[in-house]
Structure formats: structure tokens, C-alpha cells
């Protein structure tokens, strides 16, 4: 199909002038790219001519610039409202593609998302990375809805790898047709509220275990941060499934257990805000008066003090770059 052949890379960009470049140029180097849009939002550094410095004179580039933050989900849907290849893939601005990774997706079309295998790479390693990249044989699945939620659901003492940090390309027409676009009053977990909605009005979402996203970890990352208003809106976007959709009975129980999750989550957090706020008597009357929080509040508070002891599983990323992490874990070809 020619669209196999015509991607938008949409990059949502925020005080990234230290990494954009190298996302930027890792985006222009895949042939199946058409358009890369960078969508500055409300930078206060030099995060536009950084993106500038990465372009290849191909004429690909477009830079969009936002004069106050909206969050990544309005800089995401603005990038897709300007564009207009017929799919879409998603760069976090200070991430890069492995060489090659297009081509390994769109080997096949039986898909509305597709997504491949995410390595996490040091900050300091990246420029080693591809040198050291594992390669996984394919391993096709296709995620279904229940599936798909379970597996954003984190466990104590495992290392993050919620499947919600995948980075799929998306069919424009699969979006427009349901008229699918990120929520802007959420910045924490929009990825997996339009994955969600998407998967409810039946995408098929077929996952590779071959890897071409390089994920860098870093300790100041915007989205390792999150306030307690976010985590609500969070869970929010769960019961708005379980209200708008006709769910079958096991994928409306793993909505039920994500948005139990995360409103544990929430509940110990207003907790700490209030007691950091206003002290500990104020945080044990909010506690009383909110009796239904208390278990949430008290095995978060248990698993804080534990966390020294626990050993957490997975992976390390060191310096020396031993060996990648990645989000899937297959066997080698």
C-alpha cells in the first residue's frame, strides 16, 4: 500500500534543547517518513532552533510553536491537525528511533496500531546503543482490551514496564473516522486513555518484539513527575470507558482493577498533600471523613517504608551499558 511509504512523526516538545536534535535526526533518517512535526510547547530555552539543527533540507521539517505549555496532548493533536500522512507515530522529544525500525513494522498490514519493542537506554550511553541493540525475532501478538489494561497495572518491587509506554503508529483514518484525539485536561497516562478508547471501538493492535524505540532514561524526565490532580484524571478516564462503552466482561473487570489501582495511587498522595499541607491531624481527619481511602492510604505507606528492602526485578541500565532493559522480554533470535 503507498502508505506504507508516508509517515508523520510527531514530536511534543518542552525545554528539550539538550535532546531534540538527535530525535529529530533519528526521524529523518527512516525513508518512510514524510513529515515530522515538532510541536514546541511553551519552551523557555532554545528548544526550536535545537530541532532546526537536526534537519536534513528535505523539506520534511514543520516546527509549530505554542507561546504558553498546553501539555503534551493539545501539542500532539495540533501536530496531527497540521499534518497529513496516513499514519502516524509518536517520538517523545528526548527519545530516538534505531535505524531500520519503520521497514520491521510495516512488513505486514493487518493492523490499525502497531507497535514494536522498547529498549531503555542511560542518557550517557546513547550514541553506544545501536552498537549494543539485542535483536529479537518479531514474535507477532495482537493486543485486546483487557490485555492491554492489565498490563499498565505496575507491580510492587518490579521495575516499570507498563506496555502503555509503547509508541505505536496509528492510522490516521482509524482516528478521524472515530473521531479519536488525545484528552488535553490529562498529562499523565493520555497515551493509554486513547490506546483504550481505540481498542473499545475494536483496533487491532498488533505489538513486535523486534526493537527500534530507544527510550533514554533520565532522572529530570517531565514525565517521570505528576501531580495528584493528574492521577485522578487518570482513573477518571477509566470510569468513562466503563460509563461509554459496552465492555465484555473481562475487559471491563481490568478497567475495573487499573481504576482501582490508580485511585490508590491518588488516595495516598491527597493524603501526603494534605499532611505536608496542613499537617498530620488534618491528614488523619481527612482520612476519617474518607474512611473508603484508609486501606489504599495505609498499603501505600507500607510499601514506601519496605521499598529499602524489596529488590526490584529487571534489568539495570548502567553507564557501562552492560546490557539494555527492554519493555518486552523475548528470546533471541
Known amino acids: ?7 508523520c512523526v510527531i514530536i511534543a516538545a518542552k525545554n528539550a534543547a ?3 536534535e538527535t530525535a529529530v535526526v533519528s526521524a529523518l533518517r527512516e525513508p518512510e517518513v514524510s513529515e515530522v512535526v515538532v510541536v514546541d510547547d511553551g519552551s523557555s530555552d532554545s528548544t526550536a532552533d535545537a530541532a532546526r539543527g537536526g534537519d536534513d533540507g528535505s523539506g520534511r521539517l514543520k516546527i509549530a510553536r505554542f507561546e ?3 501539555g503534551p496532548s493539545a501539542a500532539r493533536n495540533h501536530a496531527i491537525d497540521i499534518s497529513s500522512a496516513p499514519l502516524i507515530a509518536i517520538l517523545d522529544a528526548d527519545d530516538f528511533f534505531f535505524a531500520g525500525r519503520f521497514a520491521r513494522m510495516l512488513a505486514e498490514d493487518d493492523w490499525e496500531f502497531v507497535a514494536d519493542n522498547i529498549a531503555f537506554v542511560d542518557a550517557g550511553t546513547v550514541t553506544e546503543a545501536p552498537q549494543r541493540l539485542d535483536h529479537f525475532a518479531a514474535n507477532p501478538m495482537f493486543l485486546d482490551l483487557a490485555g492491554f489494561v492489565d498490563g499498565n497495572i505496575s507491580k510492587p518491587g518490579v521495575r516499570r514496564g507498563e506496555i502503555g509506554f509503547l509508541k505505536p503508529i496509528m492510522r490516521r483514518s482509524f482516528l478521524d473516522r472515530h473521531k479519536l484525539r488525545y484528552r488535553e485536561d490529562m498529562r499523565l497516562g493520555e ?5 483504550i478508547r481505540a481498542l473499545a471501538l475494536g483496533a487491532r493492535y ?4 523486534s526493537c527500534g524505540y530507544g527510550a533514554v532514561v533520565r532522572g529530570d524526565s517531565l514525565s517521570g513527575s505528576h501531580r495528584t490532580e493528574d492521577l485522578r484524571r487518570l482513573y477518571e478516564a477509566d470510569r468513562a470507558l466503563l460509563k461509554g462503552f459496552d465492555l465484555k466482561p473481562l475487559a471491563a473487570d481490568a478497567v475495573r482493577r487499573h481504576e482501582q489501582h490508580v485511585r490508590g495511587k491518588y488516595e495516598l498522595r491527597r493524603f501526603l498533600d494534605i499532611k505536608k499541607q496542613s499537617g498530620s491531624g488534618a491528614a488523619i481527619a481527612h482520612v476519617a471523613a474518607h474512611l473508603s481511602a484508609f486501606p489504599a492510604i495505609a498499603s501505600g505507606i507500607l510499601s514506601d517504608k519496605t521499598e529499602r528492602w524489596r529488590n526490584p526485578a529487571g534489568v539495570a541500565v548502567t553507564a557501562q551499558g552492560d546490557r539494555l532493559r527492554y519493555l518486552l522480554e523475548a528470546p533471541a533470535k
Open 68 to 70: 504558553q505549555n498546553k
Open 1 to 7: 500500500m503507498a502508505e506504507t511509504a508516508s509517515i
Open 191 to 195: 497515551d493509554y486513555d486513547l490506546y
Open 18 to 20: 539538550d535532546t531534540i
Open 206 to 209: 498488533k505489538v513486535i518484539h
